[in-house]
């Protein structure tokens, strides 16, 4: 009775510590989606344990995190981590989502197969932020086709891949950070629409494919500075 108990206490522990970690990771992202934190910032560990309320385990915990997403790195011969996600940054995010989509493509025959993904809040919605409605959309598709992967591969593009990316393409960030999308939400919606359908019909070679077309629409219009003779 005694080794069950401790067995329970044991595991709620570690459930507790690994949603511990994730939310320090997490408010750190949303930091940065708010613009408390630019590229080249320093992030402080005191700074994010006053801000916070979180130890100091938790924040460094939370670096490895964030390191692991490639939102931040070690600076040389430092125990610094700096701030590297900037404001194109999301369509490498979203280059790696859609290779990671290619290769369940692979492996999905019918939308229809796979299981509904387990009942979860949003990053964004847990910490108060809004994803336009077709990016929702999208990331909402991505979390359904990757349920093929295998589980390492699957809990990657889970953990560093889609968490960031509901943080990082939150309408808090466009706005902090100026990220005007090369193509309209009406375009986008139907890029995503045509996602669904073709895996919804098992038509997984266009999936890719028009994953790729979205995350063009969703990159960054940056206007060309004029050349002068």
Do not use: K
Not at 29 to 57: F, K, N, S
Not at 87 to 94: A, K, P, S, T
Not at 147 to 159: G, I
């Amino acid at each position: 009775m005694h080794s069950t108990s401790t067995s329970i206490s044991t595991s709620t522990s570690t459930a507790t510590r690994t949603r511990v970690l994730h939310d320090a990771a997490e408010l750190v992202l949303v930091d940065i989606a708010r613009g408390r934190y630019a590229p080249g910032d320093t992030l402080d560990l005191a700074t994010i344990v006053r801000e916070h309320g979180v130890t100091p385990g938790d924040v460094q915990l939370a670096f490895y995190e964030l390191r692991r997403m490639r939102v931040v790195v070690r600076a040389p011969f430092s125990h610094a981590h700096v701030v590297v996600w900037h404001r194109r940054f999301n369509e490498v995010l979203l280059d790696d989502l859609v290779r990671m989509i290619a290769v369940a493509a692979t492996r999905a025959p019918s939308f229809e197969q796979l299981d509904e993904p387990a009942h979860r809040v949003p990053a964004c919605v847990a910490h108060g932020l809004e994803l336009e409605p077709d990016v929702a959309h999208f990331l909402d598709l991505a979390r359904s086709i990757v349920q093929v992967l295998s589980p390492s591969a699957r809990q990657h593009v889970l953990d560093d891949v889609l968490l960031p990316l509901e943080i990082l393409c939150s309408t808090s960030a466009v706005v902090a950070h100026g990220m005007t999308p090369a193509l309209g939400a009406t375009v986008r919606g139907a890029i995503v629409d045509l996602i669904e359908v073709a895996a919804h019909y098992g038509d997984w070679a266009q999936v890719p494919v028009l994953a790729a077309d979205y995350v063009t629409a969703l990159g960054l219009d940056e206007p060309r500075v004029a050349q002068h003779d």
